[in-house]
């Protein structure tokens, strides 16, 4: 799809590689007045800081992060920001092997309305075997994955920032500009595991 602009809005890229696969996942946040170069870097540090400290520590020691990307999606030409601040730094459970790259488990981000346009969903991958029971997750470990996506929203509390769902088609059409939606709640609708194809070796980026 041709760049679409979403107006204020920037998308942080939390990339790492796992069994010699390139991943990444994405979240977006907005500003009021937009972003300039001092704000994609203040959002890129505290985005930084939080997946490295919250999301990592359940993750497999197979994964392996390696920066955090920030780009204004306002305009096709918008600023980035990189930080190389956790460049190398790999999950914290060594507990037991990883799953295989394809393994996920889904983070369902509500914001309150109903439609396809105002809900968006995070997968994550680079998980310990031990935290499942054959196609379902442990409880534990989805209580934990939830709370630590629920510490973003804490950590924006004091923020310019708001994290948001991007909309950018609607009943099939493609949207003028994208639209957000502030982000109320993350949220894990079901205990099965999810499959990424894309995050097997040799199939996505």
């Not at 924006?156 to 088609?169: A, C, G, P």
């Amino acid at each position: 799809m041709p760049f679409q602009a979403v107006p204020d809005t920037a998308a942080v890229h939390f990339r790492a590689t796992l069994f010699g696969q390139l991943i990444e996942n994405i979240l977006y946040f907005t500003k009021a007045g937009g972003f300039d170069s001092a704000a994609l870097a203040d959002l890129g540090d505290l985005a930084d800081v939080w997946w490295n400290t919250s999301v990592m520590a359940l993750l497999s020691n197979q994964y392996t992060y390696r920066e955090t990307f920030v780009q204004d999606i306002s305009a096709e030409a918008g600023d980035v920001y990189t930080t190389l601040a956790n460049s190398g730094e790999v999950g914290a459970d060594s507990s037991a092997e990883c799953a295989p790259g394809n393994v996920a488990i889904a983070v369902s981000l509500r914001t309150g309305l109903a439609g396809r346009s105002f809900r968006g969903r995070n997968y994550v991958s680079g998980l310990s075997m031990n935290k499942l029971t054959g196609n379902q997750f442990e409880t534990a470990f989805i209580t934990d994955i939830q709370a630590a996506y629920a510490e973003l929203l804490d950590q924006l509390v004091e923020s310019d920032f708001v994290w948001v769902v991007v909309s950018r088609v609607a009943e099939g059409v493609v949207r003028a500009a994208g639209i957000t939606t502030p982000v109320l709640v993350p949220v894990i609708t079901d205990i099965f595991v999810d499959s990424m194809r894309r995050r097997l070796t040799g199939r996505g980026q």
